[in-house]
């Protein structure tokens, strides 16, 4: 009988690794860190080259992102009175004028009500259907799941055109409950088998003495099994979130105005001359902090949902 001994990583290896860790670490922060500065950056340091690591900070391109602008002649700017807020002086050394706010911030209201509204729907659609899934006996049950998966290996394009054409004839075009369901119908097959691999662990015997105290299978699906599968849906949640949060191919085929949400909308933005780069920076540095702020909250259920939210038992 053979006997297998673990050894312990020597000081080297261990070295090696750390070294790899902070490598990869910086490897992935730099672009956000980039993103990061580029938005307290002028206009003129933005577009420097060589790139500027060492800069005057400026809120230019925040005040840029929230505000439209119009550019006056020195005649009329000096005619106007001193500028009342730190922004209007900022717009002022610029020559220009504020002529009001910009649409950023509706288009980041829409992004919040359809990316929470589409992962509440999925994630609640999803239970449901897991546990169906998971405790009945459902005719061609293994066919239907590899049915439901195989709508998430279609590639956005594939669908788009008949997508906009039922849209356009249902009138969901431009619409924020279109593009709930839409995210909703594309999320949900990752939520469905994310789910019920948290629900086929939860023991059964949980829910059968539920039932002999009494409960429905309701009840007990409220009161037992949900409990237990908390942390798998946070984690789905994180990620249905993340797709909604992120998408960018729907949003600017079926969205142009009412429904539009940020990631059309931030390449948009334009500045004297060209692109307004800080101001770019600045929508996209804004835009991670809902879902980055989401994942923090719950950082605990998701570690455990990546490594055990799709093995069975």
């Known amino acids: 009988m053979s006997s297998y001994s673990i050894t312990e990583p020597s000081s080297r290896q261990k070295w090696v690794a750390g070294l790899l860790v902070i490598a990869y670490a910086v490897i992935t922060l730099l672009p956000l860190v980039w993103i990061l500065t580029t938005g307290f950056k002028s206009p003129v340091d933005a577009i420097a080259y060589p790139p500027k690591v060492l800069f005057e900070p400026s809120l230019e391109g925040y005040v840029n992102l929230f505000t439209t602008r119009t550019r006056v002649s020195p005649e009329q700017l000096q005619a106007l009175p001193p500028p009342a807020t730190w922004y209007e002086e900022i717009v002022r050394n610029r020559d220009m004028v504020i002529a009001g706010p910009s649409r950023y911030g509706e288009r980041f209201l829409n992004s919040v009500i359809i990316g929470f509204g589409s992962t509440f729907l999925s994630v609640f659609l999803g239970t449901l259907a897991a546990y169906a899934f998971s405790r009945f006996k459902v005719p061609l049950k293994d066919d239907l799941l590899f049915f439901i998966l195989s709508t998430r290996m279609m590639p ?151 490594t055990f939210g799709a093995v069975r038992k």
Request: hydrophobic fraction near 55%.
């Open 156 to 306: 956005p394009i594939a669908v788009a055109i008949p997508i906009f054409l039922m849209f356009r004839t249902l009138g969901l075009s431009d619409t924020h409950l279109g593009m709930i369901l839409l995210y909703t119908a594309v999320n949900i097959s990752l939520a469905v088998w994310l789910l019920k691999g948290f629900i086929d662990e939860i023991p059964r015997e949980y829910e059968e003495a539920a039932l002999i105290d009494g409960y429905t299978r309701f009840q007990a699906f409220y009161k037992v099994v949900l409990p237990q599968a908390a942390t798998g849906i946070a984690s789905t949640a994180i990620f249905c979130l993340i797709f909604s949060w992120n998408e960018y191919a729907f949003a600017v085929l079926l969205t142009s105005g009412t429904a539009q949400t940020a990631p059309p909308f931030i390449p948009t933005i334009i500045g004297v001359g060209g692109q307004d780069w800080p101001a770019v920076a600045a929508g996209a540095t804004l835009f991670l902090v809902p879902v980055m702020v989401f994942t923090i909250l719950l950082r605990k259920h998701l570690l455990r949902g990546i």
